[in-house]
């Protein structure tokens, strides 16, 4: 069995650790402890790192990383990751995008709240100083109040969801959604980035680039209201901090509430200093929600990326994301776990392969069949494949890769079919994603069932007649394996085909029990 190395770089939470222990596959070490410097020795014959604010992913990394295939930075930001370095030795550099984006919508609306009543001070007041002064504490309430959401992805959405129940007017500015994303919440979308500045509160969720660094200067504060609050949970240095400083001072900006800074530890900033600011030291991922999260879905990419199955949340691909729709990424991924799903049900030589696409996401059925072939060519030729030679190496194995687009479904919105053809068998897998990123499975060769592509995955295929289900339950649990979900399609021909989710591996011997059982047809077996 092939082994792939991971190396852990900086502290995770244990259930991540865990994932990377118990999955036989993966060579796991951890070396968060370690100097950076003896690290380098560390990642030289590694496949995949993880890493976090604390390790920097500069030019020395890179050219110790030889053997390196991607990189999760475990959390949000990528500030401390040279991603074009990375580019250029073929590494692909992916984040988690979306596990602290509960704890970072709940710090904003803490913020939120603390400025306008000023929790903080008076608490401080009774507490420690303690001293009885109510009449000192007068503040604002958020209802009626203008709430300007700069950034509408999935942090500012839901603090526009939440500033609704507190029965806020909220607008949102963020030239890369759709301004249905705002309006189907009841969100005012404006295109004028002075319809923000004219709000009693400001918050911004946005990433760190040249495009947001310094996006409240002083020229946006000279533009707002009298007693403006501003709120930032996101990135440091996305409010100019001068400026901010000078509008606290004046009164201009009554209060301000920031999670974030400039440069890290904070503890000399001058905004410290003013009494009409609340601080907090980086905490927008700090619950233990938001670290389990962290840890694990950086444990399961780093797995996936490490044994070629998908590189979810990539930020360099072989595409303009600035010029394709939001939808379009989720199909690319979901495009290339397919394409290794359909290979490894199909394990001969393969013989070609076609995507075909159905509604909007047609019209990238092109990028989508890059995806798909780096997927199902993985650990297949021998040789390094990525997204830049998948299409040259395709041709220079004689592998034929084929794409076709169809009208709508009637049932989906949007639908991916990959068929991998081998000089033994074919298999033919259809997918798509729903609402909040949910991939699904929704046929298998002509079977139809809904079921997401991860885990260990046994299809069953066997004659549809009674007790069948029954007898592979008890043949599972008899072999100390425990069934997380059991889906079963059904066609015309008397045939029935199982796809049972499994919490470990089947094992060999339990495998050939099911294929002996008088009803089996075929027994496949996938990790995702």
Not at 126 to 139: A, F, P, S, T, V
Not at 170 to 188: M, N, Q, R
Not at 304 to 322: C, R, S, V, Y
Not at 426 to 446: K, L, P, Y
Request: glycine share 8%.
């Amino acid at each position: 069995m092939e082994k792939y190395k991971v190396v852990v770089c900086d502290h995770i939470h244990e259930a991540g650790l865990e994932m990377l222990q118990n999955d036989p596959q993966i060579d796991y070490v951890f070396a968060a402890d370690i100097d950076k410097t003896a690290l380098l020795d560390v990642i030289a014959d590694a496949d995949v790192a993880i890493t976090r604010s604390s390790t920097d992913v500069d030019e020395k990394f890179i050219a110790a990383a030889k053997s390196m295939k991607a990189i999760v930075r475990a959390g949000v930001g990528v500030d401390n990751v040279d991603i074009d370095g990375c580019s250029k030795e073929g590494i692909i550099v992916m984040n988690v995008p979306t596990a602290n984006t509960i704890a970072a919508v709940e710090l904003t609306m803490t913020h939120m709240l603390s400025c306008m009543r000023m929790f903080p001070y008076s608490h401080d007041h009774l507490k420690n100083q303690r001293i009885w002064k109510r009449e000192k504490w007068y503040g604002y309430e958020l209802k009626g109040k203008k709430l300007g959401i700069i950034g509408f992805g999935n942090i500012g959405s839901r603090v526009g969801s939440r500033a609704k129940a507190f029965e806020m007017d909220v607008i949102a500015f963020d030239p890369y959604i759709s301004a249905s994303k705002a309006t189907d919440l009841g969100v005012e979308y404006t295109e004028n980035f002075d319809d923000i500045l004219a709000c009693d509160v400001i918050t911004i969720h946005t990433p760190k680039n040249q495009e947001t660094i310094d996006i409240i200067g002083s020229e946006e504060i000279a533009k707002m209201k009298e007693g403006v609050v501003l709120v930032n949970c996101a990135r440091g240095g996305l409010y100019n901090e001068e400026a901010l400083y000078d509008g606290l001072k004046s009164g201009k900006v009554r209060f301000a509430g920031i999670d974030v800074f400039k440069k890290e530890p904070a503890t000399d900033n001058p905004l410290l200093d003013l009494d009409n600011i609340v601080v907090s030291p980086h905490l927008g991922a700090n619950t233990f929600e938001s670290q389990y999260n962290i840890g694990t879905q950086a444990a399961q990419q780093a797995i996936e990326a490490a044994k070629g199955i998908a590189f979810p949340n990539a930020f360099n691909l072989p595409i303009d994301e600035t010029k394709i729709p939001a939808f379009v990424k989720p199909f690319l991924e979901l495009g290339h776990k397919v394409g290794f799903m359909a290979s490894e049900l199909n394990r001969a030589p393969i013989v070609s392969v076609k995507v075909t696409a159905q509604g909007d996401i047609a019209e990238y059925v092109d990028s989508l069949s890059t995806f798909v072939t780096v997927g199902a060519l993985s650990g297949k030729i021998g040789e390094t494949i990525n997204y830049v030679n998948a299409d040259f190496i395709a041709e220079q194995k004689g592998i034929k890769i084929e794409t076709s687009t169809e009208p709508a479904s009637s049932a989906y919105k949007n639908i991916i079919s990959i068929k991998v053809t081998t000089d033994k068998r074919v298999v033919d897998i259809s997918a798509t994603i729903f609402e909040e990123g949910v991939q699904r499975i929704v046929e298998v060769n002509g079977f139809d069932l809904e079921v997401e592509p991860k885990g260990n995955l046994i299809l069953f295929k066997n004659t549809d007649v009674p007790g069948v289900i029954g007898k592979v339950g008890t043949l599972l649990a008899d072999n100390g394996v425990n069934i997380s979900d059991f889906r079963l399609g059904r066609n015309d021909k008397g045939e029935a085909l199982a796809v049972i989710i499994t919490d470990s591996a089947a094992s060999e011997e339990a495998l050939s029990k099911l294929a002996a059982l008088e009803e089996c047809i075929r027994v496949d077996t996938v990790r995702l």
